[in-house]
T-cell receptor
């Protein structure tokens, strides 16, 4: 079945450092890929998405490229801020049968802490 | 534009009881999905509703059931609560033609004692 594997955390960085959170997936067909962010005590916010191979999703300085050959969707940001401290989830969106339902399969999450 | 809302925010129940959680979808969204997020884990798909019918389900027992109403709002019902049902329950809404792109509410935290 579908699965998502994220790099184990937690990740601790200083402000303005470069961020990479690795994500690889296993899926049949051609899934969409997503990154969600969860701040303490809140629900998930959609950060970015990519719907086909070689697509790059971007938002708020974060980027991720859909790499079909390596089945990866790594999240990157050039300069992190203290306000980026949160839990980041990589997710795979499968539209079973193409016409039925769409569910998200999530990784286990990566805790990011950014220090001033 | 109104986002996804959920109620209540927190709930405490005892083992064997029943619970109903509620969700209002984002304006214009007609598909609702429910997820269970245990502490320190990623969310797990429970089921999805479209046109007032369940059109997809994850690996959850039948005591997890739901409803969708004509205004696209939804309920999640859990019968015979077990201790392991303690979790954050997340509702997400989406458009019918883009069911995978889902927008989440703040969640309901359920504690079963």
């Amino acid at each position: 079945g579908d699965s998502v594997t994220q790099m184990e955390g937690p990740v601790t960085l200083s402000e303005e450092a470069f961020l990479t959170i690795n994500c690889t997936y296993t899926a049949t067909g051609y899934p969409s890929l997503f990154w969600y962010v969860q701040y303490p005590g809140e629900g998930l916010q959609l950060l970015l998405k990519a719907t086909k191979a070689d697509d790059k999703g971007s938002n708020k300085g974060f980027e991720a490229t859909y790499r079909k050959e390596t089945t990866s969707f790594h999240l990157e940001k050039g300069s992190v801020q203290v306000s980026d401290s949160a839990v980041y989830f990589c997710a795979l969106g499968s539209n079973a049968g193409g016409t039925s339902y769409g569910k998200l399969t999530f990784g286990q999450g990566t805790i990011l802490t950014v220090h001033p | 534009e109104t986002g996804v809302t959920q109620s209540p925010t927190h709930l405490i129940k005892t083992r064997g009881q029943q619970v109903t959680l509620r969700c209002s979808s984002q304006s214009g969204h007609n598909t609702v999905s429910w997820y269970q997020q245990a502490l320190g884990q990623g969310p797990q798909f429970i089921f999805q509703y479209y046109r007032e019918e369940e059109n997809g389900r994850g690996n959850f027992p039948p005591r997890f059931s739901g409803l969708q109403f004509p205004n696209y709002s939804s309920e999640l019902n859990v019968n015979a609560l077990e201790l392991d049902d303690s979790a954050l329950y997340l509702c997400a809404s989406s458009l019918a033609w883009q069911k995978e792109t889902q927008y989440f509410g703040p969640g309901t935290r359920l504690l079963v004692l």
